[in-house]
């Protein structure tokens, strides 16, 4: 059974950093996608981040595009999302999600195992 845990949320204010972790066990994950979705007050699941586990491939949200980046280390099974320059808007549970058939996909409805979320808040 895969799981998936999320750790490094918290609260910010605005213009600092944070970097989100998501520690994955149950099998390999070598053929995976891996990814990162946030949830705001009263909004929609939203695709953030994406990354093959290969590390070859990374996708973005535009309005995170050259603040946050999306990483992973094979040996250590965890997959990242350093957060710079965050703003109040990027608030939100933040969740880990694993793809088992590919890589590059961008619904949350296209990912078979997620997290339990993390939090991060940012202050004005």
């Known amino acids: 059974q895969v799981q998936l845990v999320e750790s490094g949320g918290g609260l910010v204010q605005a213009g600092g950093s944070l970097r989100l972790s998501c520690a994955a066990s149950g099998r390999s994950f070598s053929s995976y996608g891996m990814a990162w979705f946030r949830q705001g007050p009263g909004k929609e699941r939203e695709f953030v981040a994406t990354i093959s586990w290969s590390g070859g491939y990374t996708g973005y949200l535009d309005s995170v595009k050259g603040r946050f980046t999306i990483s992973r280390d094979g040996a250590k099974n965890t997959v990242y999302l350093q957060m710079n320059s965050l703003k109040p808007e990027d608030t939100a549970l933040y969740y880990c999600?694993?793809?088992?058939?590919?890589?590059?996909?961008?619904?949350?409805?296209?990912?078979?195992?997620w997290g339990q979320g993390t939090q991060v808040t940012v202050s004005s």
């Open positions: 999600a694993a793809d088992p058939t590919g890589w590059g996909r961008r619904r949350a409805n296209e990912y078979t195992f």
